[in-house]
């Protein structure tokens, strides 16, 4: 499985960037992707996931009325569109999967719930 993030870089405040995850190598139909982010010396914190069965979504409160998760029709490209962006939301995101069997969709935004991770693509937000 390889997860490859792209669409970061440097913004001001106020701004909009739209991150990209190309997903490849996943064998089985239900699985479940999410975004995470993480600054140094801190926590890597989960943002947003979508099920690849059903399209369900979850959202961390601190980003749910900014952030918005989706993907293409085949779940191979899942976005995160970040809007409002504030000099707080400076860090490296990743993308991250797992599988789940068919109809248990379990999987909330805690990283020890994601097998599969991308390398990374730094955000920086400007005053």
């Known amino acids: 499985v390889q997860l490859v993030e792209s669409g970061g870089g440097l913004v001001q405040a106020g701004a909009s960037l739209r991150l990209s995850c190309v997903a490849s190598g996943l064998s089985f139909d239900d699985y479940v992707i999410g975004w995470f982010r993480q600054v140094p010396g801190k926590e890597r914190e989960g943002l947003a996931r979508l099920s690849s069965s059903d399209g369900r979504t979850m959202y961390a409160d601190y980003v749910k009325d900014r952030f918005t998760i989706s993907s293409d029709n085949a779940y191979i490209t899942v976005y995160l569109q970040m809007n409002s962006l504030e000099p707080e939301d400076t860090a490296v995101y990743y993308c991250?999967?797992?599988?789940?069997?068919?109809?248990?969709?379990?999987?909330?935004?805690?990283?020890?719930?994601?097998?599969?991770w991308g390398q990374g693509t730094q955000v920086t937000v400007s005053f």
């Open positions: 991250a999967a797992t599988y789940i069997a068919t109809g248990w969709d379990r999987v909330g935004l805690q990283s020890y719930e994601y097998d599969f």
